[in-house]
């Protein structure tokens, strides 16, 4: 379980054998945080569901924001790895783990004792508000395990392991849908339960993985001492996460502005935006598992310089993940009220979900391109990009969309929701140029050598 070498023989088969992995954690990651949901929407009123759904949405967030930050810790680890520096690497996880205890616990504090603000920025229905301080207050307060959590997970796949990411994530799992249901459906703690059941899942899980790391052989040279404030590393992995940090922040920033404009037309349609976004996290699991996998296999060929290799990754990604979005799309345009049904309870929430999720069937159809690329480009280190695009889609073309669509009456669940597929093409036409750019101008040089 230390690591694999992502660098030698056959494409498909090392790549493969690093995103099921991936995209098995994904699918529990995906449901660990949709029990919240499924479990309250079948047990508690609407009220306690918008506030799952709004405090989730803002947790994931910032869950997105520190993945973001700690993929610097891939892309160094899995570039130190494909050049043979070990123990440059072993420094680089020691250094991590000190930034981001840190980071981690800053976090934590700034955002449990600024609830009731974040609550109030989202415009959380009234019947919903102090359901939807509470969730974030506890959820706000755990944040320290959700970037252990992500170190582990971005320390692992820079050594091309996917394994103990998913065992992680499973056990957490696990944990929260016992807790939910023990909360939740038992002593009626509603959304306040769901949340305890988050913390306390993350915690266990966390713990074990630490046993369990303890316990295995690493492909580097470690030592406790290696566990420090290293300025140098520090600004390396900073460098290469911050602007994908930032993208991430933006990104969903974007998203919550949907929420807020979504939560200002009522409980019901925050509850079904709510419900549709917990079935997106699943339709959208393999564009995400590429983006991760490419992430790693890049990093490591990029090292080894063997490009061409890295090249044939990203074809093989978007060919299968394509593939599958197009059975997605079609999946949550025909038959969303059944995926929606498993959230819900209550027809109109239901049937508010499935016209947003008709939007996103779009949407599964354009992410497998950007998706892969922007793995591909976080890969070769080229974040800045990464975030140039992403903050364009999010700031120029998501946020007026949707605001746009809003201001036409009837309001339209289905028109506010095409702002997610109109950024992500214009998203997919930046990556695409961006990479022809890059290729003549390596074309260039080459001729002149």
């Known amino acids: 379980m230390s690591g694999n070498s992502l660098t030698e023989g056959s494409i498909l088969k090392p790549l493969m054998k690093f995103a099921v992995p991936v995209i098995i954690a994904l699918i529990l990651q995906s449901l660990y945080g949709a029990v919240d949901l499924m479990v309250v929407g079948q047990f508690a009123t609407s009220g306690e569901v ?49 930034f981001f205890a840190a980071f981690g616990i800053i976090l934590s504090v700034l955002v449990g004792l600024n609830a009731s603000g974040i609550s109030t920025l989202m415009n959380a229905p009234v019947e919903a508000f102090d359901q939807t301080v509470s969730y974030v207050t506890i959820c706000g307060f755990g944040l320290v395990f959700i970037t252990a959590y992500n170190l582990l997970g971005s320390l692992f796949r820079g050594l091309g392991n996917s394994k103990l990411p998913l065992f992680s994530v499973a056990i957490a799992a696990v944990i929260n849908i016992f807790a939910d249901l023990l909360f939740v459906a038992v002593f009626h703690m509603g959304a306040m339960g769901a949340a305890f059941a988050t913390v306390i899942s993350q915690t266990v899980s966390v713990l074990i993985s630490f046993v369990i790391i303890g316990r295995i052989e690493l492909p580097f040279s470690f030592e406790k001492t290696d566990i420090r404030i ?106 969303g009220d059944l995926m929606c049904r498993l959230f819900a309870s209550n027809e109109a929430v239901i049937l508010s979900g499935w016209e947003y999720l008709k939007a996103y069937s779009i949407d599964c159809m354009l992410t497998p391109f950007f998706f892969c690329l922007t793995g591909y480009f976080n890969g070769c280190g080229d974040t800045k990009f990464v975030m140039v695009q992403n903050l364009f889609g999010a700031i120029c073309i998501r946020v007026p969309v949707s605001w746009f669509m809003a201001q036409i009456t009837p309001v339209s669940l289905f028109r506010i929701g095409l702002a997610t597929p109109s950024s992500s093409l214009v998203q997919c036409i930046l990556c695409i140029g961006y990479l022809f750019l890059v290729s003549m101008k390596k074309e260039k040089k080459r001729a002149k050598v």
């Open 50 to 98: 918008s506030a799952v759904a709004t405090g989730s949405q803002i947790m994931h967030t910032l869950t997105q924001v520190v993945a973001g930050l700690s993929m610097g810790t891939t892309i160094l680890i899995g570039q130190q790895l494909g050049e043979g520096k070990r123990r440059e690497a072993g420094k680089t996880v020691g250094a991590s783990i000190a």
């Open 230 to 335: 290293n300025g140098s590393i520090i600004r390396r992995v900073v460098g290469f996460g911050a602007p994908l940090a930032l993208a991430d922040l933006l990104v969903g920033m974007s998203f919550l502005i949907i929420g807020a404009i979504v939560n200002s037309l009522g409980v019901i349609a925050s509850a079904g935006v709510g419900v549709a976004e917990k079935v997106c996290s699943f339709i959208m699991l393999v564009p995400s598992a590429f983006s991760q996998s490419m992430a790693a296999f890049v990093a490591q060929n990029y090292g080894a310089g063997k490009m061409d290799r890295a090249h044939k990754g990203l074809a093989y990604g978007i060919g299968i993940s394509f593939a599958i979005g197009v059975v997605m799309a079609w999946a949550s345009f025909f038959h």
